[in-house]
Nanobody, 124 residues
């Protein structure tokens, strides 16, 4: 059974940085598209970025410039580096995997496996 476990969230001041990690229980990052989503209080879950098996990346408009998605296949781990954090980045951040080497549309119903999330809180 595939399991995704996020870590690295926390409370930071605006302008700070965080690196989120998502540890996969198997070889998922090598063979499947992986992604980060986030959900702010009272809002729908939205896609942030994804990365395919070849390392190709895609970013939502809201994530371009400050977010960087990467992975370490040897460690079965997905990362999300967030710089220049803003209060509007406050959300629960989830990693997800799609059963495809190519990345589908970055929406929740195209990804089959989800982690429990890690909370990011940014204060002004």
């Amino acid at each position: 059974q595939v399991e995704l476990v996020e870590s690295g969230g926390g409370s930071v001041q605006a302008g700070g940085s965080l690196r989120l990690s998502c540890a996969a229980s198997s070889y998922i990052p090598q063979h499947y598209c992986m992604a980060w989503f986030r959900q702010a209080p009272g809002k729908e879950r939205e896609g942030v970025a994804n990365i395919d098996t070849a390392g190709g990346t895609y970013y939502a408009d809201s994530a371009k410039g400050r977010f960087t998605i990467s992975k370490d296949n040897a460690k079965n781990t997905l990362y999300l580096q967030i710089n220049s954090l803003k209060p509007e980045d406050t959300a629960m951040y989830y990693c997800a995997a799609a059963y495809s080497g190519y990345c589908p549309l970055l929406v929740t119903n195209t990804f089959a496996v989800w982690g429990q999330g890690t909370q990011v809180t940014v204060s002004s």
